[in-house]
């Protein structure tokens, strides 16, 4: 679990523990990183490091919540955009630390990163296929978690790489024909 603060010293202790964590991802993967290194490299101490996180993947648990909500904001602000926006909006957020999100897209020990992502745009498609008039209940969840899945995956699965060099925009098509042809069914 992580905690939150305005106070300027608890957010600045915060921005050097998130800019370590991701040095060290980048620089040695995830499974070996101590807190002694991760608050050596900030130049905190450890109980700054235990006033913010409970464990070191709180540090990506909360990267991610921050990620996903900011997505949701867009969503909001651009009048419910469609999936493209959507992911437009995730791979923007991302691509200050682009090299580091496809490490972990790639890592299988970050399912919750992946997790993550899924729930929120499942809540999302669950919107999306209300509106389309889609039948209510038990179909209207299995839909939305199919489309959730199916387009958060690939989603991550192109970050990852595992599609090649293929642009963003050359997938995007992809992911609103499948979102549309659920919203048909």
């Known amino acids: 679990m992580y905690r939150t603060s305005t106070d300027l010293r608890f957010v600045k202790n915060r921005e050097a523990l998130r800019r370590a964590y991701i040095d060290l991802v980048k620089q040695k993967g995830t499974s070996s990183i101590t807190v002694k290194e991760l608050t050596e490299r ?4 450890r109980m700054t490091f235990y006033s913010h996180y409970d464990t070191i993947g709180d540090i990506l648990s909360e990267y991610v919540d921050e990620m996903t909500q900011a997505i949701l904001d867009a969503r909001v602000e651009r009048g419910g955009a469609g999936v493209a926006a959507l992911l437009e909006r995730a791979t923007e957020l991302m691509r200050q630390e682009i090299e580091f999100f496809r490490l972990v897209a790639r890592d299988s020990g970050f399912e919750q990163f992946r997790g993550s992502f899924r729930t929120a ?11 389309a008039g ?7 969840e299995i839909a939305a978690d199919m489309a959730a899945s199916g387009i958060t995956y690939a989603y991550l699965d192109w970050l990852a790489g595992e599609f090649g060099d293929v642009p963003l925009e050359d997938v995007l098509p992809h992911f609103e024909e499948t979102l549309e042809r659920l919203v048909v069914t």
Request: zero cysteines; hydrophobic letters at 35%; aromatic letters at 10%.
């Open 42 to 45: 900030a130049r905190v101490n």
């Open 134 to 140: 889609s039948p209510a209940g038990t179909r209207l």
């Open 121 to 131: 745009f499942r809540r999302i498609f669950e919107q999306e296929l209300q509106k």
